[in-house]
């Protein structure tokens, strides 16, 4: 790679901002560039539409965060969050007919806003000598040499008036741009081909709400997860966060949403398979409006699969694979290509971009077969169902009936999906016996 001077990262989201950290210590200068003008406080905006709902930020993305920041979680919470100091014990998790039953997993959590998150992210990054950012600013095309082979830089055009792009030349270029990336056209108008896209649409909509949290309401309890189970279509969650308030998310697969007026979204918990979040809510006051997101597929570029790349670029993020956000993958996802995109600047091998998407690829193929996979058990979405993909759901099934009465199975799960664990993990002799056992047993 020719020399370090310049790095350019499309995006100031989360998964941007741990890529601009990483970037910032393998080059002499790290450009942020993003559409939105940045709160300098924890506030909602316009660019994470998502970010008004219930976030979760798995033990293996807080681990890799903390690794690049040391001290946020300590922060977070002086800030107010709230620490979750066993997700087995202090978290109530809800499928196949019951709770699983409860035990110490080692796994901490934090309940969380997105804005506080992010905000805290965001100042410490930005408080980074060799960092800048352009704010609502867009990026408007790729700069290459005159044979194509190299992203030397970037075409950017400041949002608010009419004067011509300028061009931003760098050494290495990151889109982070989230969904609406623009690669797949930039490379194809470069002469390169565009990546294979996958598609599970999911019409996923969900609906969340604030309540006040009181020191009677779920004593030692800090999280409350109702898990899609079909054929119901719904899904519901209560997560505890700062400012002594509950974050109620309703989901809904296929269309079947919770209503936006108060009414009816409180009939919506009410529906829920057991009444626990209900009966904490029903005579609260609400302390915001009910508010819907809506995602409408599961979408994967495949980069891994290109037989050529330009040098000086990579794509990460969102703008790679974005999940049926009810998994709570995304933020974790994104500190985990951070830390590969880090691995290999250090070992520098080429072609980097194949290197690095290689590596990537693996990160992102467990959490896409988590999420696609439960999508798929509703016969109405489309999708390949392999016999693989048909076997693990029955398997899971069995898994989350075992984990009623069987704390080890409720462990062993809960660590795959904080990604602790891989997920050969609930497949052990062990794990299967017991899983095995207690359904015959119950």
């Known amino acids: 790679m020719p020399e370090r001077r310049h790095a350019v990262v499309i995006g100031a989201s989360i998964a941007g901002l741990l890529i601009a950290k990483v970037l910032s210590g393998h080059y002499k200068q790290v450009t942020i560039i993003e559409k939105d003008s940045l709160p300098e406080t924890p506030e909602n905006r316009k660019g994470v539409p998502q970010d008004r709902h219930t976030h979760v930020l798995l033990e293996r993305g807080r681990k890799v965060m903390e690794k690049y920041l040391p001290g946020l979680t300590d922060e977070l919470i002086g800030m107010g969050a709230v620490r979750i100091n066993d997700v087995s014990s202090e978290a109530a998790w809800f499928h196949s007919g019951g709770f699983h039953k409860r035990g110490l997993c080692g796994l901490t959590g934090l309940g969380v806003s997105r804005p506080t998150l992010e905000n805290s992210v965001r100042t410490r990054i930005f408080s980074i000598p060799n960092v800048e950012v352009i704010q609502n600013s867009s990026v408007t095309g790729l700069a290459f040499t005159e044979n194509n082979k190299r992203v030397n830089g970037v075409y950017c055009k400041n949002i608010s008036d009419n004067k011509p792009d300028v061009m931003i030349q760098s050494d290495f270029v990151a889109d982070v741009s989230g969904r609406g990336s623009h690669t797949p056209s930039w490379l194809s108008q470069a002469g390169y081909d565009r990546p294979e896209i996958e598609e599970i649409i999911i019409r996923m909509g969900y609906v969340t709400c ?233």
């Open 210 to 442: 604030y309540y006040p949290r009181k020191p009677e309401h779920l004593p030692g309890i800090n999280a409350v997860i109702f898990l899609a189970d079909p054929p119901s279509k719904r899904m519901g969650i209560m997560l505890a966060q700062e400012v002594n308030r509950w974050v109620v998310t309703i989901g809904g697969y296929l269309g079947n949403h919770a209503p936006t007026d108060y009414q009816g979204f409180l009939e919506a918990v009410k529906h829920l398979p057991s009444p626990d979040i209900y009966n904490i809510v029903k005579d609260e006051v609400y302390l915001t409006q009910p508010v819907r997101y809506n995602f409408h597929a599961n979408l994967r570029h495949y980069y891994e699969r290109l037989n050529d790349f330009p040098e000086g670029f990579v794509v990460a993020g969102d703008a790679v694979c974005s999940f049926n956000p009810i998994y709570g993958q995304g933020m974790t996802v994104a500190a985990m290509e951070a830390e590969a995109l880090d691995r290999c600047l250090y070992l520098n091998h080429l072609p980097f971009a194949e290197n690095f998407f290689k590596d990537m690829g693996k990160i992102v193929d467990i959490s896409w077969k988590t999420a696609v996979g439960g999508d798929l058990n509703y016969p109405e979405i489309k999708g390949d169902r392999t016999i693989m993909t048909r076997l693990l759901n029955w398997y899971i099934r069995k898994l989350h009936k075992a984990a009623r009465y069987d704390a080890d199975v409720s462990i062993a799960f809960l660590k795959v999906i904080n990604m602790v664990s891989s997920p050969p993990a609930i497949l052990t002799p062990r794990i299967v016996w017991r899983i095995m056992k207690n359904n015959i047993k119950y």
